[in-house]
Antibody, heavy 124, light 106 residues
């Protein structure tokens, strides 16, 4: 059974870079068949899609985060990573990694598997 | 971006009763809509995609309907484990966006 697990620091200082990694286990050959996404949820609030990466390394980010997002992928380890630069208190959230189904013509669809999430707090 | 609006924000229902949750899109998303359930301290779980197709392992008591801008999630007979927050998500147009959630409480 496929599982996703986020890892990374739980505390980041303002203006620094948040770095998280998601490890996918039990994916077999499906790692190359999906988009791998990051989604966040500020405490007590709703969900915001951050972006996705494909096994080829192509990415798509939410324009609300402008150019602060960088994603990378290591297909040999079934891992993908997120970097969010110049963080502020508004970036405090639970960060989830998730598998996103690829639709016709490469469209990004729904999220059918999620990690348990990791809380990242931005504070000095 | 497409704004998804869910109503009501909180819905109080008794166990065994039927619950109807609504989701409205600011422009048409065709049938490219998903529903998720989130319990406290847990990640969201996919319930419905394509507006009406149940995800793998989801009980038949959950059903979705609608297309265009108006969507509904119906839970036919509420069990104690169904009390949670429910989110809709459109994936018709980039960037994908979520509603603010409906809390289903006893």
């Amino acid at each position: 059974q496929m599982q996703l697990q986020e890892s990374g620091p739980g505390l980041v200082k303002p203006s620094e870079t948040l770095s998280l990694t998601c490890t996918v286990s039990g994916a077999s050959g499906s790692f190359r068949s999906y988009y791998w996404s990051w989604i966040r949820q500020p405490p007590g609030k709703g969900l915001e899609w951050i972006g996705y990466i494909y096994h080829s390394g192509s990415t798509m980010n939410n324009p609300s985060l402008k150019s602060r997002v960088t994603m990378s992928i290591d297909t040999s380890k079934n891992q993908f990573s997120l970097k969010l630069s110049f963080v502020t208190a508004a970036d405090t959230a639970i960060y989830y990694c998730a598998r996103q189904t690829v639709g016709a013509y490469g469209s990004n669809l729904f999220f059918d598997s999620w990690g348990q999430g990791t809380l990242v707090t931005v504070s000095s | 971006e497409i704004v998804m609006t869910q109503s009501p924000a909180t819905l109080s229902v008794s166990p065994g009763e039927r619950a109807t949750l609504s989701c409205r899109a600011s422009q048409s998303v065709s049938a490219n809509l998903a529903w998720y359930q989130q319990k406290p301290g847990q990640a969201p779980r996919l319930l419905i995609y394509g507006a009406s197709t149940r995800a793998t392992g989801i009980p038949g008591g959950f059903s979705g309907s609608g297309s265009g801008t108006e969507f509904t999630l119906t839970i036919s007979s509420l069990q104690s484990e169904d009390f949670a927050v429910y989110y809709c998500q459109q994936y018709n147009k980039w960037p994908s966006t979520f509603g603010q959630g409906t809390k289903l409480e006893i």
